[in-house]
Structures are given as structure tokens and as C-alpha cells.
């Protein structure tokens, strides 16, 4: 009898032990699952404020993009550059490669010249109605009629010149350095 007490008592221990060993391991494995839960709770808490952030740059962005060339310019000497016909650029030019390498948008404000630098940043008045927008040179030409400037159409649109075609506009340099061109750029 005191054998298979004996046997009796060793078997109890090694199920008590063995189950206490499986307790302790869903205490820790409880423990690590919410060590985890909460570790991905603040990630996702992280996540949430960098994209919150994310979103008030974006709106900040936004703000100075939408500010033109013109209000950018707002307060820089303009000296008259040239007088003559302007024009603006048909539809079908639109998708096409300008001679600076730049795709040619009729949503951009932009402008084809014959002699001024690429980047150049000009401002052209409507000698009709006053209106005035700045664009930036990025094509040359025009070569028809002797006129001085092609504009894009959205360019042409805000100086009511769309339906007539062609308007007598006078041109006045912003700037010719290429340098503040390209962080109007990276500004805009």
C-alpha cells in the first residue's frame, strides 16, 4: 500500500505541478497579449496624431497654394518690358511637350516668348479692360502675325481676351533670375 500511495502522491504532484506550470504560462501569455493590445493602442493613437498633423499641414499647404503668382508678387518692381498682340494656345497643344521639356497645361499659367529666359516670371495687362496676370515663360514663339506673347487659356480666361482671341497687352519683367523661380515654384 505505501507504493501505490506513493504512486498516488507523485501523480498528484505531477498534475498540480504540471497544471500550475499551465497557469503561469496564461499568466504571461495574458500578460504579453496586453502588453501587446496596449502597445498598439498608443501606435494607433501615434497614427492618428501624425495624421492629424499630416491633415493641418495639408491644410496649411493648401493656404499657399492657393495664392497666385500675382499676390506673390504683389509688391515687386515692375519695369515695361514690351507692347504688342497677345494670343493664347489652341487645345490641341494641350498634353504636348513645351520647348523647355515641361507638359503644356491650358490650366497652368503659363506663356510663350521669343527672347526671355525660361522661368521668367512676367506680368501681362490688358491694355483694354486693365486686367492683369502673371505667368511664367516655359515655350517660345509666338511666330505668327507678330505678335509677342502666347498665353495658356486660363491665363487668356482672366484677362478677358477668351472670345476675342487676341488682345493688346503690354508685358513688364518680374524677375529674370532663375533661382526665385524655382521656389515659387516649391512654394505654389
Not at 161 to 168: L, N, V
Amino acid at each position: 500500500m505505501r507504493l501505490s500511495k506513493m504512486v498516488t502522491l507523485l501523480l498528484a504532484g505531477f498534475l498540480t505541478f504540471g497544471s500550475l506550470n499551465s497557469v503561469a504560462a496564461t499568466k504571461h501569455a495574458k500578460i504579453a497579449v496586453i502588453k501587446k493590445h496596449q502597445v498598439s493602442k498608443t501606435a494607433k493613437k501615434s497614427v492618428k496624431s501624425t495624421a492629424l498633423k499630416a491633415k493641418k499641414v495639408k491644410k496649411t499647404t493648401k493656404s499657399v497654394k492657393k495664392k497666385s503668382l500675382k499676390e506673390l508678387h504683389k509688391n515687386t518692381a515692375r519695369s515695361h518690358y514690351q507692347s504688342g498682340v497677345a494670343s493664347y494656345y489652341a487645345d490641341k497643344f494641350n498634353g504636348r511637350r513645351t520647348a523647355n521639356g515641361e507638359t503644356f497645361s491650358n490650366l497652368a499659367m503659363t506663356a510663350a516668348h521669343k527672347t526671355l529666359p525660361f522661368g521668367t516670371l512676367v506680368e501681362v495687362t490688358n491694355m483694354r479692360n486693365g486686367r492683369s496676370v502673371v505667368v511664367r515663360v516655359n515655350d517660345r514663339g509666338p511666330y505668327a502675325h507678330a505678335r509677342v506673347v502666347d498665353l495658356s487659356k486660363a491665363a487668356a480666361r482672366q484677362l478677358g481676351m477668351q472670345h476675342s482671341g487676341t488682345a493688346h497687352v503690354k508685358l513688364a519683367v518680374l524677375n529674370k533670375n532663375k533661382k526665385n523661380t524655382r521656389e515659387v515654384r516649391k512654394n505654389s
